[in-house]
């Protein structure tokens, strides 16, 4: 496999950035995951203006343009040989002396491009099936609408999730609402067929596939309620499912050990999923 690593190619498993970079030390950096599907990155303009909001949101100045950084992902993509899969993106505020303080002006930004084939049979099972979730407390900093890398409670969660058995922890905040996954955005299917998502002004990041998926659900005229939702009503919604670019839309058919909708994935999933798919290629 070959990496970008600051304007060089590298082997995969010779790719290094030095022990100083900010991002190692403060996690003082932010990044991005795209799904690239039949060769092609899938919302790639979306996700680069997240991605121009998050640099600006910590003051990183980005590290190259858009086309060239556009350039530099599809030469990724083209030397991993990834017909199917992701791509990962990090800039972080570069190498420099350890100071809470940002170094300099003129530190260059690190910038680091990887990726990988991903197995579209284990993205369709998990559809098939559905998949378990459990609940933890949201104790994550006020600013998750800014795609950090400072990651360890979302990592924290997601072990916790696995060594009950689940794939995915939903953080619930002080007020006994769910933000959103570790990883993920959280939809729930409301009694009258309503789609609802928690607003994006806060609490969440405004994930991509959230933005595309609203896309989808108003071409097939389900409507869309951005409104929160406690966990109680989460529990008992008619559907619960999960969205990001690694997974697209995978029902919740557990929570906290209690089923979802009798412990199957439901049919509005299903039905925004195979749109999304149509849609989206
Ligand atoms: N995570 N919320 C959080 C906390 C996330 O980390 C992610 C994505 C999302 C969904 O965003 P999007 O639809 O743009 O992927 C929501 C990536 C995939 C990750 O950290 O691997």
Redesign the pocket.
Known sequence: RIAYVNGRYVQHNKASVHIEDRGYQFADGVYE?CEIRHGLIVDLPRHLDRLDRSLSEIRIRPPMSRAALVQVVREVARRNHVKNGLFYLQVTRGVAKRDHVFPSADTPASLVVTAKSTDPSVIARKNASGIKAITVPDNRWDR?DIKTVGLLP?ALARQTAKEAGAQEAIFIDSRGMVT??????VWIVDADGNLVTRPAEHG??R????TTLMDVAKKLGISIREREFSREEMLEAREVFI????SICFPIVEIDGISIANGHPGTISEKIRSAFFEIAE
Do not use: M, P, Q, S
Request: hydrophobic share 45%.
């Open positions: 995951v998750v979302n959103e996954g570790a990883a993920t955005n969440i990041l994930g991509i596939t959230r969205t990001a670019a690694t």
